[in-house]
């Protein structure tokens, strides 16, 4: 089920005209995107494709693959961008976005000590001439796509670029 006025169920219902920055992988519990108005190059979210606004109503199966998906996340993010760790979080708080979404950022080593830890979000909700071209966000999704349905443990997702 989806929500008309809710931005991630939009782009969920159009998911075959999404570019690969919006459907990095896609399985049947979580669709991965880039944030699209970020400065920071692989600034990832991971999206329940049902309409969902507090994580206990996840189903036991949507929850049973969240921490896989987290951790897979990570370490594709480490391979792609060489970042040191990832930072892990989820507040669906701002309006038209109270939908569930993880952000999974990758913290690089030269990030300076003010953008470090919760100062990250900073680096979200940037004018345009600051965000992340697109082109690099597709880049980059194709790179994370590659590595993420490239491994024998885990199947291919369903979306193809």
Known sequence: MTTPDCHICGQEARLD?????????????????HAFDTALPGWLVLLPRRHVTAVHELTDAEAATLGTWQVRLSRALHEVTGCVKTYVAQFAEREGFSHVHFHVMPRRADLSQELRGPGMFALL??????RVPAG?????????????????E???AETEF
């Open 136 to 152: 690099l966000m597709d880049d980059i999704a194709r790179s994370l796509h590659t590595r993420l349905t490239s491994s024998p």
């Open 125 to 130: 909700g940037r004018p345009a001439p600051e």
């Open 154 to 156: 885990h199947p291919a």
């Open 17 to 33: 005209a999404l570019p690969p920055s919006e459907r990095i992988v896609v399985d049947e519990h979580w669709r991965v995107a």
